[in-house]
């Protein structure tokens, strides 16, 4: 008997010849060939799973009489134009779509399905019984009879069944692809790939934060794996030798288990090696067990870093996303805490969130860092999700959204492969709404790079937070005014000046970040980007100088006088630790205050430290970590240290009289 070849496609992102395993569509896989009546009748072809070109997709696909797609926004022009080119080679194959890029909203689905009218089904929800039954009436094509589906029928007619109403669903009838042997013929034939590894411990998401997909689409379950299988899976990791696994769960932790997983997953690390790390998604509202699951981690050398999530400290801009965040206070001993134990952080922040003003997003900024996050914050374009409540168009006019659209780009990405082409993929973002309009949108944006910049790149990080802690200066006051400048600070208002016609670009519909030929031919964060220049094109020590004009000038408005050399000498000491290429010695520096000793011990949350005049030598070691060119600085200093922040050399106090 002639099997039914069916095709699966899913396209993740690829970094390094490192690939991701194609998860959602071996789910499929596994789940049919558990529960076909008669699954000898199809035969799997081996999936697509990285970006490939769509001639060499259509080669690959071009026998199959079934062929489904998994589509999300990062992969869904690419994945759009291979079913295209494989309808015109095979116009008999069968075309599925299914993936969060899926339009819930039946309008919207029929107009898709019209405008693309090569493919034939599009899947709504979760699809391994939809695919099943798919599958089940390919011969007969009576698609009526599985739910959760549109499509428009022989007669032109969009048709969209009922949803499957599965509240009764074991989410653990679906065998795990892993164990099941899915992805033992992918890997054998790609002996060469590194795999990292997409795993789902839960599905289900409590919350509805109306940026989001997760929340907005589910029944606010969470459905959970048995432990006995996860357990196993992991085994599975170890033995197969895979070094990263991402966490696909919407809030770890959010389980009492949740720590007895990752301690598991230690367990191996220790045993075997592997995995060597382990991604999670904090929930929001378990602050113990974050902080527990991220120690483990941590010591077991496992973490890249800890998300500290608020989005927006902004009380109405909260209600308006249907957001509730930990309180300041529990943020502030999470991150004394995790400071304590030398554990990074990175806080996010969704720049162009509803409600949000220029005066309430830099306020908001200024008190994350004055409550302890001084490793990170990411300021993220806030983008719209066609599934999710922003992306209704009710949700749109009534917070006046300015959307624009834009290729995605992977910051750090290759230009080679990120470069603008025809199918490059796209998002939908805002750039302006009813309280933050355009012209304010671009002040904010510039707000988010001179932070990074001077703070989190810690080109300044001694000085200002030693006026903080010392002055009670604000955050606030010190960011805003290095975005106004002065006259006498040209290198500062040039930095500035990029900044806005950066944000304008983007405005535009242009690229989120900065191309660079010459810096690796990689796509920069425009702070990094500017953080090179100023180093490679020789301006950094005028910086410094400028930047001194700024703080005094700020501190005069305070009405406050420093002490003598104090804020000259952290601006110094900031300056000579910032790491750079070409150093064959260390350097001892004399300081007239224990300028050194006191930063860490604010960083760690010390209330009780206190700068102290003396005779202080400082030696900054520049030969530990060498770096012999500036690509190899680039790389290892300004992109590897983006997440860890480690732009700054190691310092020992070596003589104190």
Same mark, same amino acid.
């Given at each position: 008997?002639?099997?039914? !070849?069916?095709?699966?496609?899913?396209?993740?992102?690829?970094?390094?010849?490192?690939?991701?395993?194609?998860?959602?569509?071996?789910?499929?896989?596994?789940?049919?060939?558990?529960?076909?009546?008669?699954p000898?009748d199809?035969?799997? =072809?081996?999936?697509?799973?990285?970006?490939?070109?769509?001639e060499?997709?259509?080669?690959?696909?071009?026998?199959?009489?079934?062929?489904?797609?998994?589509?999300?926004?990062?992969?869904?022009?690419?994945?759009?134009?291979?079913?295209?080119?494989?309808?015109?080679?095979?116009?008999?194959?069968?075309?599925?779509i299914?993936?969060?890029?899926?339009h819930?909203?039946?309008?919207?689905?029929?107009?898709?399905?019209?405008?693309?009218?090569?493919?034939?089904?599009?899947?709504?929800?979760?699809?391994?019984?939809?695919?099943?039954?798919?599958?089940?009436?390919?011969?007969?094509?009576?698609?009526?009879?599985?739910?959760?589906?549109?499509?428009?029928?022989?007669?032109?007619?969009?048709?969209?069944?009922?949803?499957?109403?599965?509240?009764?669903?074991?989410?653990?009838?679906?065998?795990?692809?892993? =164990?099941?042997?899915?992805?033992?013929?992918?890997?054998?034939?790609?002996?060469?790939?590194?795999?990292?590894?997409?795993?789902?411990?839960?599905?289900?998401?409590?919350?509805s934060?109306?940026?989001?997909?997760?929340?907005?689409?589910?029944?606010?379950?969470?459905?959970?794996?048995?432990? %006995?299988?996860?357990?196993?899976?992991?085994?599975?990791?170890?033995?197969?030798?895979?070094?990263?696994?991402?966490?696909?769960?919407?809030?770890?932790?959010?389980?009492?288990?949740?720590?007895d997983?990752?301690?598991?997953?230690?367990?191996?690390?220790?045993?075997?090696?592997?995995?060597?790390?382990?991604? +999670?998604?904090?929930?929001?509202?378990?602050?113990?067990?974050?902080?527990?699951?991220?120690?483990?981690?941590?010591?077991?050398?496992?973490?890249?870093?800890?998300?500290?999530?608020?989005?927006?400290?902004?009380?109405?801009?909260?209600?308006?996303?249907?957001?509730?965040?930990?309180?300041?206070?529990?943020?502030?001993?999470?991150?004394? !805490?995790?400071?304590?134990?030398?554990?990074?952080?990175?806080?996010?922040?969704?720049?162009?969130?509803?409600e949000?003003t220029?005066?309430?997003?830099?306020?908001?900024?200024?008190?994350?860092?004055?409550?302890?996050?001084?490793?990170?914050?990411?300021?993220?374009?806030?983008?719209?999700?066609?599934?999710?409540?922003?992306g209704?168009?009710?949700?749109?006019?009534?917070?006046?959204?300015?959307v624009?659209?834009?290729?995605?780009?992977?910051?750090?990405?290759?230009?080679?492969?990120?470069? +603008?082409?025809?199918r490059?993929?796209?998002?939908k973002?805002?750039?302006g709404?009813?309280?933050?309009?355009?012209?304010?949108?671009?002040?904010?944006?510039?707000?988010?790079?001179?932070?990074?910049?001077?703070?989190?790149?810690?080109?300044?990080?001694?000085p =200002?937070?030693?006026?903080?802690?010392?002055?009670?200066?604000?955050?606030?006051?010190i960011?805003?005014?290095?975005?106004?400048?002065?006259?006498?600070?040209?290198?500062?208002?040039?930095?500035?000046?990029?900044?806005?016609?950066?944000?304008? %670009?983007?405005?535009?519909?242009?690229? %989120?970040?900065?191309?660079?030929?010459?810096?690796?031919?990689?796509?920069?964060?425009a702070?990094?980007?500017?953080?090179?220049?100023?180093c490679?094109?020789?301006?950094?020590?005028?910086?410094?100088?400028?930047?001194?004009?700024?703080?005094?000038?700020?501190?005069k408005?305070?009405?406050?006088?420093?002490?003598?050399?104090?804020?000259?000498?952290?601006? =110094?000491?900031?300056?000579?630790?910032?790491k750079?290429?070409?150093?064959?010695?260390?350097?001892?520096? %004399?300081?007239?205050?224990?300028?050194?000793?006191?930063?860490?011990?604010?960083?760690?949350?010390?209330?009780?430290?206190?700068l102290? !005049?003396?005779?202080?030598?400082?030696?900054?070691?520049?030969?530990?970590?060498?770096?012999?060119?500036?690509?190899?600085?680039?790389?290892?200093?300004?992109?590897?240290?983006?997440?860890?922040?480690?732009?700054?050399?190691?310092?020992?106090?070596?003589v104190? !009289?």
């Amino acid at each position: 008997m002639i099997k039914e !070849r069916v095709g699966l496609v899913q396209i993740n992102n690829s970094f390094s010849n490192q690939n991701y395993f194609p998860l959602s569509v071996g789910l499929l896989q596994s789940y049919a060939m558990a529960y076909l009546k008669n699954p000898s009748d199809f035969q799997f =072809l081996l999936p697509i799973y990285k970006n490939v070109a769509p001639e060499q997709a259509v080669g690959i696909l071009k026998d199959a009489s079934i062929v489904a797609f998994s589509v999300y926004v990062w992969n869904e022009r690419l994945s759009l134009e291979i079913a295209a080119a494989l309808k015109q080679r095979s116009p008999k194959t069968l075309i599925i779509i299914g993936g969060p890029s899926v339009h819930e909203d039946r309008g919207k689905a029929q107009a898709f399905l019209r405008t693309h009218p090569y493919v034939d089904i599009l899947c709504h929800g979760a699809g391994e019984e939809v695919f099943v039954s798919i599958l089940e009436n390919f011969k007969t094509k009576r698609w009526q009879k599985v739910s959760s589906i549109s499509f428009i029928d022989k007669e032109g007619k969009f048709i969209s069944t009922p949803c499957i109403q599965s509240k009764t669903f074991d989410i653990n009838a679906i065998p795990s692809p892993y =164990l099941s042997g899915v992805f033992d013929p992918l890997m054998a034939a790609n002996p060469d790939e590194t795999w990292l590894a997409l795993w789902e411990t839960n599905r289900g998401c409590p919350f509805s934060c109306a940026y989001c997909q997760w929340g907005y689409n589910t029944n606010k379950k969470i459905y959970s794996f048995d432990t %006995e299988r996860l357990h196993r899976e992991i085994d599975w990791f170890s033995g197969k030798r895979i070094e990263f696994i991402y966490c696909c769960d919407a809030n770890y932790g959010i389980l009492p288990r949740d720590i007895d997983i990752v301690n598991y997953v230690v367990k191996n690390k220790i045993k075997y090696g592997y995995p060597k790390a382990f991604s +999670v998604q904090n929930t929001k509202n378990s602050t113990e067990k974050t902080y527990k699951i991220q120690k483990t981690l941590s010591d077991a050398g496992m973490n890249k870093g800890v998300t500290m999530s608020l989005q927006s400290l902004n009380p109405a801009t909260l209600k308006a996303v249907n957001r509730q965040n930990i309180s300041t206070g529990v943020f502030q001993e999470l991150q004394n !805490r995790f400071t304590a134990d030398k554990i990074e952080t990175y806080t996010d922040v969704i720049l162009g969130l509803p409600e949000e003003t220029i005066e309430s997003f830099t306020r908001g900024v200024a008190e994350i860092i004055e409550k302890g996050q001084h490793n990170r914050i990411q300021f993220n374009i806030l983008v719209i999700l066609d599934n999710s409540e922003m992306g209704q168009e009710t949700y749109h006019e009534r917070y006046g959204f300015v959307v624009r659209e834009t290729q995605i780009i992977n910051f750090h990405g290759g230009l080679t492969t990120d470069s +603008v082409t025809e199918r490059a993929e796209t998002q939908k973002i805002v750039v302006g709404t009813n309280t933050m309009p355009p012209a304010d949108w671009l002040k904010v944006r510039a707000f988010g790079w001179i932070t990074a910049l001077i703070y989190f790149d810690k080109l300044l990080q001694i000085p =200002l937070l030693m006026l903080h802690k010392r002055y009670g200066v604000r955050f606030k006051d010190i960011l805003e005014g290095f975005v106004r400048g002065q006259l006498n600070t040209p290198v500062i208002n040039e930095i500035n000046a990029f900044f806005i016609n950066k944000a304008l %670009e983007i405005q535009n519909g242009g690229a %989120e970040y900065c191309a660079s030929k010459e810096w690796l031919g990689i796509w920069w964060p425009a702070d990094e980007y500017i953080f090179i220049k100023l180093c490679k094109e020789g301006t950094l020590e005028k910086f410094y100088e400028e930047s001194k004009i700024l703080l005094f000038s700020l501190l005069k408005q305070y009405g406050i006088i420093p002490e003598t050399n104090l804020l000259d000498e952290a601006i =110094l000491l900031n300056h000579e630790l910032i790491k750079r290429p070409f150093q064959d010695a260390d350097y001892d520096i %004399e300081l007239s205050y224990n300028v050194w000793d006191y930063y860490r011990a604010v960083l760690a949350g010390d209330t009780s430290s206190r700068l102290i !005049r003396g005779s202080y030598t400082y030696r900054i070691d520049r030969t530990t970590e060498r770096w012999s060119s500036w690509e190899q600085w680039y790389k290892e200093v300004v992109w590897y240290g983006n997440k860890k922040g480690a732009y700054l050399y190691t310092c020992s106090q070596e003589v104190h !009289r």
